[in-house]
């Protein structure tokens, strides 16, 4: 599946990985993370399995935002890290790494945070995130 043509409707399953196939060359080096983080109001960026981007991922699709979840298998964190690393200026790059509006935003800690101040849902409407 190529960026462009990632669902528009909020879908749980919406998860683009980092495994490939013998036809089908590593994902991390056909997608360029700028150009992703760039033309979705929001993505996160997660280790696959991981708990604590599960509950990031079902947050967001609660709240009605259609985010693609760029999942990445334990062989490639390396060179995700590095390539995130260079397109903004977060200091801490735990995954999951969510990006709202182009910008880094945080982790989990930060996006729980922002929905119990109320201050979430705000930040997606801004962004494009969500239509209401």
């Known amino acids: 599946m190529f960026l462009n043509q990632l669902p528009t409707s909020p879908d749980p399953n919406n998860v683009i990985t980092t495994k490939g196939s013998n036809s089908i060359p590593n994902v991390v080096k056909l997608y360029d993370l700028k150009s992703m983080v760039e033309e979705n109001a929001v993505i996160v960026?997660?280790?696959?399995?991981?708990?604590?981007?599960?509950?990031?991922?079902?947050?967001?699709?609660?709240?009605?935002?259609?985010?693609?979840v760029y999942e990445?298998?334990?062989?490639?964190?390396?060179?995700?890290?590095?390539?995130?690393?260079?397109?903004?200026?977060?200091?801490?790059?735990?995954?999951?790494?969510?990006?709202?509006?182009?910008?880094?935003?945080?982790?989990?800690?930060?996006?729980m945070a922002a929905h119990i101040t109320g201050e979430l849902t705000p930040l997606l409407k801004q962004a494009g995130a969500l239509w209401l």
């Not at 399995?49 to 079902?58: A, D, E, P």
């Not at 969510?98 to 910008?103: A, E, L, Y």
């Open 45 to 68: 960026f997660s280790k696959q399995g991981c708990c604590m981007s599960h509950v990031v991922k079902r947050l967001l699709h609660g709240l009605g935002a259609n985010t693609p």
């Open 72 to 111: 990445v298998e334990e062989k490639d964190l390396n060179d995700v890290v590095h390539e995130l690393e260079k397109m903004d200026e977060g200091d801490c790059w735990k995954f999951p790494v969510v990006f709202i509006g182009g910008r880094w935003f945080g982790g989990l800690d930060r996006v």
